[in-house]
T-cell receptor, first 117, second 112 residues
């Protein structure tokens, strides 16, 4: 059973370009979470999604950032018109459907390291 | 607003020592608490998860305790090894919420 997969692992963009980060949850997981780790800072929650629904986006910047988790395919975190301050490691986590008897433990992917030149 | 603090920020000890990492949180209404390990440039590996109704969890040389009323958790590492060198992160999940709130981490170095 493969773990949470993220790609690309490293992404370099110039200011003003768009960045698309992908996350494939663990098999059987229907909840996806995105976190951001800025240099020398802790991880901060960005958004929580279920299939085709955004449940909690309280940590998302108001502009330029969006996320989706379509019925088919991976979850996408999209950053438009990137700026140098967007340089960070972006981690995706997934968990099982609530009520399944588990403790909803979140399992993390290896992250995508975004560098904005 | 939940805040999570980890002390110390960095710790360096000789191999073989037992050590304790500390985590404190401001809101005791938590659903669970997780300890993670993060190696440089890598993702997070979950070490232990403690439910709010539990007092401790053990896995091998690791033991995590939880005192919800005082807002504290400790991670005890026995007989430390150089391979234990990493950043250790504490994260809490509030009741009624799905997101994790992380501490800044403790960067641990075990010297051979």
């Amino acid at each position: 059973n493969a773990g949470v997969m993220q790609n690309p692992r490293h992404l370099v963009r110039r200011r003003g370009q768009e960045a698309r980060l992908r996350c494939s949850p663990m098999k059987g997981h229907s909840h996806v979470y995105w976190y951001r780790q800025l240099p020398e800072e802790g991880l901060k929650f960005m958004v929580y999604l279920q299939k085709e629904n955004i449940i909690d986006e309280s940590g998302m910047p108001k502009e330029r950032f969006s996320a989706e988790f379509p019925k088919e395919g991976p979850s996408i975190l999209r950053i438009q018109q990137v700026v140098r301050g967007d340089s960070a490691a972006y981690f995706c986590a997934s968990s099982v459907l609530q009520g399944g008897g588990s403790y909803n433990e979140q399992f993390f992917g290896p992250g995508t390291r975004l560098t904005v030149l | 607003k939940q805040e999570v603090t980890q002390i110390p920020a960095a710790l360096s000890v000789p191999e073989g020592e037992n050590l304790v990492l500390n985590c404190s949180f401001t809101d005791s209404a938590i659903y669970n608490l997780q300890w993670f390990r993060q190696d440089p440039g890598k993702g997070l590996t979950s070490l232990l998860l403690i439910q709010s109704s539990q007092r401790e969890q053990t896995s091998g040389r690791l033991n995590a305790s939880l005192d919800k009323s005082s807002g504290r958790s400790t991670l005890y590492i026995a007989a430390s090894q150089p391979g234990d060198s990493a950043t250790y992160l504490c994260a809490v999940r509030l009741q009624g919420a799905q997101k994790l709130v992380f501490g800044q981490g403790t960067r641990l170095t075990i010297n051979p």
